[in-house]
C-alpha cells in the first residue's frame, strides 16, 4: 500500500524555517453550464491555465460535466473537483452520487457549502458523515465554513466557525491533503468580498484550530482558502496575505479571461 502522501503535492517543505504551501485557486460553477458550455469553458482556460506551474488549479463543474472534462484535461495540470457528495456507499438513494463514483472521476470534492447548508438544510452532523465518506474513498474535502452576516455583525465569527469546525471534523482524521475555504455567507455572490486583512485574521484563527485538533504540522501544511466575491480584481489582496493559500472563486470562475488572470495572480505573488 503506498504512503498516501507519495503522491501528495502539499509536502511541508521548509524554506527559510517555514513550511511553503502549494496555492490554489478553485472554481465552484455551482448549478451552471450544460456539457457543451463546460467543456468549451474548459477548452478556452486550457492553453494558459496549463503553462502556470506551483499551483493547484481545480475547476468543479456540475455533475454531468465531470466525465466529459475529465477526458479534457487528462494529461494536463488542471484538477478536477465535485460540489457536493453523498455520504453511503450505494443503494435506494434517488438522485444521489456517491463518494465511490466520484472517485473514478476527480480528486477533490467540495463539502458543507453555505448553498447546501442554507438551502439544503445540510447540518454539521451531515458534512461530518460526508467528509469521513469522501476520505475513506481517497477524495479531498474542500470544507467550507463561514458565518452569516448577523453573527459577523455581532462579532461571532470565531465562535460559528469554531462550532463549524468542531461538528464537521468530529471524529474525522483530516490530513494535509484537505482544504479548508473560509467563505463569509455576506461574501458569497454579492459583489461585497471580505477585506484581506479580515480574511487573513479568521484563517489565522482556522489555523490555529486546526493546530489543536491535529497538531502543529498539519496545520503549517494545510491549504486554507478565502471564498466569496473574489474577482481578477481584487484577488491580490487576499493572496497577498500570508494565512490565505488561495481562493474558492464562484461567479468568476465561469469567465476563462479571468480566471486565468487569478490564477497567474496568485502563481506571481505567492511563487514569485
Ligand atoms: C462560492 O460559491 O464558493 C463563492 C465564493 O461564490 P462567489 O465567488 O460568486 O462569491
Known sequence: MPDRYDSCVV?????????????????????????????GLVSEMLPSLDRIENIEKVVCPPFISLGAVKKLISGTSIKLGAQNVYFEEKGAYTGEISPVML???????????SERRQYFNETGEIINRKIRAALRVGLKPILCVGEKLEENESGRTEEVVTAQLDSSLAGVDYDRDSIIAYEPVWAIGTGRAATG???????????????????????????ILY????????????????????????GASLKAV??????????QIKVG
Open 11 to 39: 509536502r511541508p517543505l521548509e524554506s527559510r524555517g517555514s513550511t511553503v504551501r502549494i496555492p490554489v485557486i478553485a472554481g465552484n460553477w455551482k448549478m451552471n453550464t450544460t456539457i457543451r458550455e463546460a467543456t
Open 103 to 113: 472517485s473514478d472521476l476527480c480528486e477533490f470534492v467540495i463539502i458543507g457549502h
Open 197 to 223: 486583512k479580515q480574511a487573513n485574521e479568521t484563517i489565522g484563527f482556522i489555523r490555529s484550530k486546526i493546530e489543536k485538533l491535529y497538531g502543529g504540522e498539519i496545520a503549517r501544511s494545510m491549504r
Open 227 to 250: 471564498g466569496g466575491s473574489v474577482t481578477a480584481s481584487n484577488i491580490a489582496e487576499f493572496v497577498q496575505q500570508p494565512e490565505i493559500d488561495g481562493a474558492l472563486v464562484g
Open 258 to 267: 479571468e480566471f486565468v488572470s487569478m490564477v497567474k495572480q496568485t502563481s
